[in-house]
């Protein structure tokens, strides 16, 4: 079992930043993947950015050049650098990892809200 802890959440304004930190505990993979989720009221989740442990980065093509996710495999960690918000940032952005191909679920952090106004 993985447990995920976030934080760094909260209200900025337009062309703000933030910094979420996401840290995982218990059985982690030597191979995973951690990222970060967002949903918005009424919409889907939706992937933002995801990175394997040897640093294979995605990313949602409507933050690319905005934001930057990291992570720190010593410290089974990974951030999301988030620049230039805007208001359609506006969500709850959850820390997600997982193991690709291993058939173990996948793991969701509680969620930290990210609001940006106008």
């Known amino acids: 079992q993985v447990q995920l802890v976030e934080s760094g959440g909260g209200l900025v304004e337009t062309g703000g930043s933030l910094r979420l930190s996401c840290v995982a505990s218990?059985?982690?993979?030597?191979?995973?993947?951690m990222g970060w989720f967002r949903e918005a009221p009424g919409k889907q989740r939706e992937v933002v950015a995801t990175?394997?442990?040897?640093?294979?980065?995605h990313y949602l093509d409507d933050v690319k050049g905005r934001f930057t996710i990291s992570r720190d495999n010593a410290k089974n960690t990974v951030y999301l650098q988030m620049n230039s918000l805007k208001p359609e940032d506006t969500a709850v952005y959850y820390c997600?990892?997982?193991?690709?191909?291993?058939?173990?679920?996948?793991?969701w952090g509680q969620g930290t809200q990210v609001t940006v106004s106008s």
């Open positions: 997600y990892y997982n193991v690709p191909r291993s058939g173990d679920p996948v793991h």
């Open positions: 218990g059985r982690i993979a030597i191979f995973n993947t």
């Open positions: 990175m394997t442990t040897n640093e294979a980065s």
